[in-house]
């Protein structure tokens, strides 16, 4: 008997129904390929370590503490989280906080997705699949939400337009990529059903990222429609929020079969079955790790500018490249590793899954708060930035229309990525001040730029 799960066995008050429920959980399809792929990067801590420590309480501790830091991977990260705190306290260059704030959110994106796994043992399949289709990219939604609150828009648009760029190309076309050139013997083949339903949710966002762009473009010269955009992306939101609860429904009621991992899947990762927390454990640490995401992601928003004049380098290129690649480290990670393994079914899950949560979720969920706040956040995201996902959502569309993958479509995604990069690499224009300061009341910009 695993010690680890001994005592979140004592936690739990040692109740045989909640080891039950674990299991009909795991049955179920609680595990989504979002936390199939951070699992990869996880690893055993030794309990020995711990049980020999006298009292029950602090060993109950120190074990948690054991399973929650140690067990990633990642844990070598960790220490970039105090020296950030640190610099800031201490009044380093700014640059400096916002490197380490940035190294910080990786191990911390990936513990998110082991907490609310284990959460979602003890709750069920419904609400464990509910968790995990609202957190999977919680780093990614808290940095928009302190952009946001910081009247910073064009450092939120900038982020989330990065992180669905991100997972569409690099991740997706890393992995067809490496699962091509690890398989070449074999033919690479997948499930076209849910690449299908995350394409048409994307388009779908697509056109309620354009029409708000495209209406201000087709107004008279000297016509001001810069209310009529906000009030037009905030019905188109609320539009992708609606969408978005049926994706939910979609994916964890009637069609879960389409979602599911793969029977074999399940069963190589049998050792992951047992819940090694307690629930209230799991909620404290859940708790605690979000308030730590929460403050790096303070810094980060408050030293991008500072980064991007000290190194050289335009917010945008920070934004819509940097941030993302960072703190999605481990799931990306994860979802190459399944290729390697073909199974593209697990990637492609990773990959569209992340871009449809941010597109139908993350973005007008910004909008709507935005809107609560008297902050005038609205969905154009200027020409350049749009034409870059739109171009994006129809070469994935094309690439995965057939069902099959090689080494070759890879290429081609990843280099698309490599050009957008390029792009916003050189797009180095300055910020007006109008867009950096869009509270209620003062006249906003019609894109963004920096």
């Not at 009044?91 to 990936?110: C, D, N, Q, V």
């Not at 906000?230 to 609860?245: E, P």
């Not at 810094?299 to 991007?308: K, P, W």
Request: charged share 15%.
């Amino acid at each position: 008997m695993e010690p680890a799960g001994e005592y979140s066995r004592m936690e739990s008050g040692g109740d045989s129904k909640k080891a039950a429920m674990a299991k009909e959980s795991w049955n179920n399809g609680i595990r989504t390929a979002q936390n199939m792929s951070s699992s990869l990067l996880r690893k055993k801590s030794d309990p020995l370590l711990v049980s020999k420590v006298r009292f029950q309480m602090l060993r109950q501790f120190l074990a948690n503490l054991q399973v929650v830091i140690l067990g990633t991977k990642l844990a070598v990260l960790f220490p970039a989280i105090p020296l950030a705190i640190a610099a800031d306290f201490y009044k380093f260059e700014r640059h400096w906080i916002f490197a380490l704030s940035l190294l910080g959110l990786t191990p911390l994106a990936e513990r998110v997705s082991f907490l609310t796994e284990q959460i979602a043992y003890y709750t069920g399949p419904t609400v464990g699949g509910l968790l995990n289709a609202t957190c999977g990219n919680a780093t990614e939604l808290i940095i928009a939400l302190f952009a946001l609150y910081k009247s910073k828009i064009h450092v939120l648009k900038y982020s989330l337009l990065g992180s669905i760029l991100s997972n569409l190309l690099l991740v997706l076309g890393s992995s067809l990529l490496c699962g091509g050139l690890a398989n070449l013997k074999k033919e690479q083949r997948y499930d076209r059903k849910q690449a299908d339903v995350n394409s048409l949710l994307l388009l779908l966002g697509l056109l309620c990222h354009m029409l708000p762009l495209m209406f201000k473009y087709a107004a008279a010269p000297g016509v001001l429609v810069a209310e009529s955009t906000l009030q037009l992306s905030r019905a188109s939101s609320i539009v992708m929020l609606v969408a978005y609860i049926g994706y939910i429904i979609f994916q964890l009621k009637t069609h879960r079969q389409i979602f599911d991992a793969h029977e074999e899947d399940v069963e190589e990762e049998e050792e992951e079955e047992k819940a090694v927390l307690g629930f209230w454990s799991g909620f404290s640490w859940l708790v605690g790790m979000t308030l730590i995401i929460a403050l790096l992601s303070e810094y980060v928003v408050g030293t991008i500018e500072a980064a991007s004049e000290s190194w050289g380098i335009s917010i945008s290129f920070i934004s819509i490249i940097l941030i993302p690649i960072v703190g999605n480290a481990a799931e990306h990670a994860g979802a190459i590793i399944f290729a390697f393994k073909n199974k593209l079914d697990i990637a492609l899950g990773v990959a569209l899954g992340s871009a449809t949560q941010i597109s139908m979720f993350a973005v007008p969920l910004c909008v709507v708060v935005g809107w609560i706040m008297r902050v005038q956040m609205d969905l154009d995201f200027n020409l350049l930035e749009t034409a870059c996902l739109a171009l994006t959502i129809l070469v994935v569309a094309f690439t995965l229309q057939d069902g099959t993958s090689h080494y070759m479509k890879g290429i081609v995604l990843c280099l698309c990525y490599a050009a957008i990069a390029a792009c916003f690499f050189v797009h180095k224009i300055p910020a007006p001040f109008e867009q950096t300061d869009v509270k209620l009341g003062v006249e906003p910009s019609s894109g963004i730029s920096a």
